[in-house]
């Protein structure tokens, strides 16, 4: 797989699905995948690798859809190194259904387990790490219901509405049990993570909570961590700058962070 794995890292530039979120999916997919039945990993590992291969394409031609090209280029790409012929058919399959949005219901096992796996990288200590990123330019929160109990989701506006308006949904959009698992884990840690948060706000008092929000606001031109030490304080990466902090969230943060990514 190193072809193939070095030809995904020249490919993914777009700046929300970089090459570590492939080998997040590509990580956790091999994890939860061994106590699932039949899985051909002739199939799911190539598949997986060069599923968003075409993000930047799709960012810069408004109406493609990066899941429809990329198989095509997967296709291409894996006929050209002379893969298995006979599995190429499936890998292009599982690509061109992983896209969650579409509510294709992918064809085979492995494309099951790339649809899921790759809509579970949303959720978790990254998932409030993406969200937050993504968000920098937003509010950060709504000053007297953060938590949205008694208004309306308004995520354009309130960075943390993102996590109501979809993150806080993707658990019950699992179907593969052993990924359901995964998703409840990474949904109660959110959980704690929001209701911490609204704690903090409505108390008026700067916390551990509000501290790390404001830490991965404040830093988020950085890199999300380095691929190759992801856990190195020295880093100059948003994980090494939430690692300085040393406050009890911080360091579960981080010990949450370390199972969805490695």
């Keep these: ?105 992918p064809e085979n096992i492995e494309g099951k387990i790339l649809q899921e796996c790759d809509r579970l990288d949303g959720v978790g200590a990254i998932g409030i790490i993406r969200t937050t990123v993504h968000n920098h330019l937003n509010k950060p929160y709504h000053e007297t219901d953060p938590l949205a109990r008694n208004r309306e989701i308004n995520d354009w506006e309130y960075g943390i509405d993102h996590f109501f308006f979809k993150l806080l949904k993707i658990k019950d959009e699992i179907n593969i049990s052993e990924i359901k698992k995964e998703a409840q884990k990474r ?35 950085l890199t999300h961590y380095e691929i190759e030490d992801p856990f190195n304080k020295e880093n100059k990466t948003i994980v090494s700058e939430i690692m300085k902090l040393e406050t009890n969230f911080s360091k579960e943060f981080i010990e949450q962070l370390k199972t969805e990514i490695l």
């Design 1 to 105: 797989m190193d072809i193939i794995k070095n030809h995904v890292k020249e490919l993914m530039n777009h700046v929300g699905h970089p090459y570590s979120h492939v080998l997040r999916v590509y990580n956790t997919a091999m994890r939860v995948s061994k106590n699932i039945p039949n899985v051909d990993y002739e199939v799911l590992k190539p598949a997986v690798l060069l599923h968003d291969m075409a993000r930047a394409y799709e960012k810069q031609n408004k109406g493609t859809c990066h899941a429809e090209i990329g198989a095509q280029w997967a296709k291409e790409y894996l006929e050209k190194i002379n893969y298995n012929p006979e599995k190429i058919p499936k890998i292009v399959s599982a690509i061109r259904t992983h896209r969650y949005s579409t509510k294709i219901v």
């Design 187 to 221: 949904h109660d840690f959110m959980l704690k993570f929001l209701e911490g948060l609204e704690n903090e706000i409505l108390k008026k008092e700067e916390g551990e909570f509000l501290e790390l929000l404001s830490t991965i606001r404040e830093n988020y031109l």
